[in-house]
């Protein structure tokens, strides 16, 4: 679904798409679609493209002219994307967009999903530090008092696997 929410959300961008030929329910591309217009106080600005899935409505596809803003299911329609192509990538154990990984140090690393672009994830692996301070455990929270982990090594794989994670997660998405 996501490619073909893609090729739509190009094809009313780039002005393809005819929204009037799709009053009634009809295929499009292979996936049934239904267009209404969108109306304010002086006229038509845009239209709703609800898209069905196996004879069930999936998502609503808004066009609003005046805005030039394209969204589904009143979301900015990258992020929504965005989001189906990481449905299926199991991102936690909870699958509940956190990406976390354990460590010696416990479960610091955390970074939310949810309206993550892929360049802004990108930079933040990219950028990722891990340096002698992270890797090491201050007893009572004091500096000055610090306690080297029993095994360096495996704490920086831990980091290396949450890195690698985060990659493969940027890799999937489109946008």
């Known amino acids: 679904m996501e490619k073909y929410l893609t090729r739509l959300c190009n094809a009313i961008i780039s002005g393809r798409f005819n929204d009037e030929n799709y009053r009634t329910k009809k295929s499009w591309h292979g996936k049934d679609v239904m267009t209404e217009p969108l109306f304010c106080s002086y006229g038509t600005i ?6 069905y899935e196996n004879y069930d409505h999936f998502c609503t596809v808004q066009w609003d002219g005046d805005m030039r803003a394209l969204t589904i299911d009143d979301e900015p329609w990258k992020d929504y994307i965005n989001e189906l192509y990481l449905e299926d990538f199991d991102i936690t154990s909870n699958g509940d967009g956190e990406l976390e990984c354990y460590t010696d140090a416990g479960g610091d690393m955390i970074i939310s999903l949810d309206k993550v672009r892929k360049k802004n994830l990108q930079d933040y692996i990219d950028n990722f ?14 500096p000055g008092r610090g306690v080297p982990f029993s095994n360096i090594k495996e704490h920086f794989e831990d980091y290396e696997d949450y890195l690698a994670t985060l990659q493969s997660v940027c890799n999937r998405m489109p946008y």
């Not at 845009?46 to 898209?51: E, K």
């Not at 530090?129 to 004091?142: F, S, T």
């Open 129 to 142: 530090d891990i340096n002698e301070e992270v890797m090491l455990w201050w007893q009572n929270g004091k």
């Open 46 to 51: 845009g239209y709703s493209v609800m898209v």
